[in-house]
């Protein structure tokens, strides 16, 4: 091996190139010009006695929310306005003018306030939302299962003994115990549609890059989206609309060609959701069961680039403060520090192949369909589901459906099994990049065939 010191040329690149790391190591995309939009008006608040007391009395129990507010916030009161005086919240890693993003991390407690809201936050406040709090996570969005070591377990409103699923899980179960219409959340493995199916709502992931993520606190480039949970398609795709800016046309179901996923997506399946996804393909006269390019590699290489890249983006906290972490967030992070430059490029080119695959088979079929979760919410007592017929951690697997779909950048909407009186149970409707059009089309001809649509827990009103 060649001693650098002894080539004056190859010590002057050395030092450039690490001149060049320092810089791309220091860049801040959110603080790039024009990455954040103008907020357009001034703030004003809203009283919502009723509503804030009732978030107050039913948090203790729930811990869905991490902040209540004294009043709701808005920017814009006009009654013809899309989202007027609708109640909304958002995962506490969405940024809030003059609060603390802490990402679900208690080591950002004390970290800067915020100076600007994040750009979906804007649009939904002048969209005339009403936002009213910030709700609990997994740790900087790490897990599948909102099991926060320093803000709580958040509880499923269908069984407060049970998981709500993450690592959303407090904006997805505020919607379900009916607190709000809708909330945000971030989705980078499956973190809306697992808690969405676990707590029988909706959610939805959309196309990679459609909604901005400026404001929002980062995981995986390459993976995270930003997205709504709603109880009604109608606000889900309200709510779309405005944080992607855009308007879905109309979609003739009839006209689509739909299809069944199979193999990695057919195994592992409760026996009720196996059978009503038997009676949604019946019901859209869906083609033959199709398989996802090397659905168990892209799960893999999903599961590899979430632990480098975020175990890069922790890195001086791993180095500084590694016992201020959530210990099983800290050891996975830790765990993906160790790994070589070479794995990731390994990681990206799978995920290069794995894209070119997605779009050859966008060319036979407008809509997949496949489970979102394998089973009904864990108790919260209990570590481990079953997969492959061996326990493995719940909190690392329920997304054992939804992560090989990320690396696609595909929409997904994740609709709720219609079951009232029992557990949620939901599905992946999967289109391809662009097309959430469709899926709101199928999802509603599921909802009017009473095969989906989300039902309200004990006690609370639909």
Not at 70 to 89: C, Q, S
Not at 401 to 426: D, E, I, M, N, S
Request: charged letters at 15%; proline letters at 7%; aromatic letters at 6%.
């Amino acid at each position: 091996m060649i001693d650098p010191t002894t080539r004056p040329g190859v010590s002057q690149n050395l030092e450039l190139l690490a001149g060049y790391v320092d810089a791309l190591s220091a860049f801040d995309p959110s603080a790039a010009a024009g990455a954040v939009e103008a907020s357009g008006s001034s703030e004003q608040t809203v009283a919502l006695p009723e509503l804030i007391a009732q978030l107050q009395a039913r948090n203790p129990e729930l811990i869905a929310f991490t902040r209540i507010f004294e009043a709701g916030i808005t920017t814009n009161t006009d009654a013809a306005a899309p989202l007027a005086g609708v109640p909304f919240a958002v995962k506490d890693l969405f940024d809030v003018r003059g609060l603390t993003t802490t990402a679900g991390a208690a080591m950002r407690v004390d970290a800067p306030v915020a100076t600007r809201d994040a750009v979906v936050v804007q649009r939904l406040k002048q969209a005339g939302a009403v936002l009213v709090g910030t709700t609990n996570m997994d740790e900087f969005a790490y897990g599948f299962a909102t099991v926060n070591a320093h803000f709580g377990t958040t509880r499923n409103p269908h069984d407060v003994q049970r998981l709500a699923g993450g690592s959303s899980g407090g904006s997805a179960a505020a919607v379900a115990a009916g607190l709000v219409p809708f909330a945000l959340g971030s989705d980078t493995n499956g973190s809306i549609r697992v808690p969405a199916a676990l707590c029988g709502i909706y959610g939805l992931r959309s196309t990679h890059g459609q909604v901005p993520l400026d404001g929002v606190f980062p995981f995986v480039d390459a993976l995270d989206v930003a997205g709504p949970f709603a109880r009604s398609l109608d606000v889900l795709q309200a709510v779309h609309e405005v944080m992607a800016d855009a308007t879905l046309g109309q979609v003739d179901v009839g006209g689509l060609r739909i299809a069944r996923l199979g193999g990695w997506f057919d195994a592992n399946l409760d026996p009720d959701l196996r059978a009503g996804l038997d009676a949604i393909g019946a019901a859209l006269d869906a083609g033959p069961t199709l398989e996802l390019p090397q659905a168990k590699h892209s799960r893999m290489a999903a599961f590899v680039m979430t632990a480098i890249e975020g175990a890069y983006l922790h890195r001086d906290a791993l180095r500084t403060q590694p016992d201020a972490f959530d210990p099983a967030v800290r050891d996975r992070l830790l765990a993906g520090m160790l790994q070589p430059a070479q794995v990731l490029l390994e990681v990206q080119r799978f995920a290069a192949w794995f894209r070119e695959a997605m779009a050859k088979l966008w060319e036979q079929v407008d809509v997949l369909i496949a489970p979102a979760v394998p089973c009904v919410a864990p108790r919260i007592d209990q570590a481990t589901i079953e997969i492959d017929g061996q326990p493995v951690s719940a909190r690392a697997n329920l997304g054992i459906f939804t992560q090989p779909l990320g690396l696609a950048g595909c929409p997904v909407l994740a609709a709720p099994l219609w079951r009232p009186g029992q557990l949620p149970l939901g599905v992946q409707l999967i289109a391809a990049p662009g097309r959430e059009d469709r899926l709101f089309a199928v999802a509603r001809a599921l909802e009017e065939r009473g095969l989906t649509g989300a039902h309200a827990p004990p006690g609370v009103t639909a």
